[in-house]
């Protein structure tokens, strides 16, 4: 029987690692190069939302499975490239993951794409004692104990 009594499940994105600008500098790097302006009050309107349904809101009847495809690669690319360095946890993120594993709760990440989790751990944003992930590319699960 484990000796857990409870944990928490955490979404790093925009919950533990401060993202936001970095995801709209993306946007607007990945929809500039198909000719879509993408203004900070979309950026908000959409924050949180995958790409698939950002982009049907932005592209309307023009959107299809192939520019999903194509932009959404180039965002998460360029995205990947955007939080080397730059990205931060956010105030009391790591001061809240030290407390809960000091009283012995085991805590899960969840993210959309195991490369950016990779990133996390591999630019020191997140530090963990051990990961395992599962999952397909759209669900991937790391755990710290």
Same mark, same amino acid.
Request: with cysteine.
């Given at each position: 029987?484990?000796?857990?009594? !409870?944990?928490? @499940?955490?979404?790093?994105?925009? =919950?533990?690692?401060?993202?936001?600008?970095?995801?709209? /500098?993306?946007? =607007? $790097?990945? &929809?500039? $190069?198909?000719?879509?302006?993408? *203004?900070?009050?979309?950026? #908000?309107?959409?924050?949180?939302?995958?790409?698939?349904?950002?982009?049907? +809101? +932005?592209?309307?009847?023009?959107? *299809?499975?192939?520019?999903?495809?194509?932009?959404?690669?180039?965002?998460? %690319?360029? !995205? #990947?490239?955007? @939080?080397?360095? %730059?990205?931060?946890?956010?105030?009391?993120?790591?001061?809240? &993951?030290?407390? +809960?594993?000091?009283?012995?709760? /085991?805590?899960?990440?969840?993210? #959309? %794409?195991?490369?950016?989790? %990779?990133?996390? &751990?591999?630019?020191? @944003?997140?530090?963990?004692? #051990?990961?395992?992930?599962?999952?397909?590319?759209?669900?991937?699960?790391?755990?710290?104990?």
């Amino acid at each position: 029987m484990s000796a857990y009594k !409870f944990g928490v @499940i955490w979404d790093l994105d925009g =919950v533990l690692v401060d993202t936001g600008e970095l995801h709209f /500098r993306s946007w =607007v $790097k990945a &929809l500039t $190069k198909h000719h879509i302006p993408f *203004t900070y009050e979309q950026f #908000r309107a959409t924050f949180g939302m995958n790409n698939a349904g950002i982009l049907q +809101l +932005l592209l309307g009847p023009a959107f *299809t499975p192939e520019l999903l495809a194509e932009i959404g690669d180039d965002k998460e %690319r360029i !995205f #990947r490239d955007e @939080i080397r360095g %730059r990205a931060q946890a956010l105030p009391g993120a790591r001061e809240c &993951l030290e407390r +809960l594993k000091a009283i012995g709760a /085991r805590a899960a990440f969840w993210l #959309r %794409r195991w490369q950016i989790w %990779r990133d996390y &751990l591999h630019f020191g @944003i997140i530090q963990v004692s #051990r990961v395992s992930l599962s999952g397909t590319c759209s669900k991937c699960w790391g755990t710290i104990s």
